[in-house]
């Protein structure tokens, strides 16, 4: 069986991490810078001290 392709439909927005969109923790005030764009679709969960990051 092979592996579903996920396609971007036309006129879908995507929505995951940006390259150098900045996440912070709101608990520590940690700042996440992201590098490399990750390609996803759907949102990316990135969490820091137990909590989804904001996008600052």
């Known amino acids: 069986m ?3 392709k996920t ?3 036309s006129g879908e ?4 991490s940006k390259k150098g969109a900045k996440y912070a ?3 520590c005030g940690m700042v ?3 590098d490399e764009a990750c ?3 759907e949102v990316c969960d990135l969490v ?3 909590e989804q990051m904001e996008v600052k």
């Open 32 to 34: 996440v810078t992201v």
């Open 2 to 4: 092979a592996a579903k």
């Open 39 to 41: 390609g996803c679709v």
């Open 13 to 16: 927005k995507k929505t995951g």
């Open 25 to 27: 923790c709101s608990e």
């Open 48 to 50: 820091c001290c137990g």
């Open 7 to 9: 396609t971007k439909k």
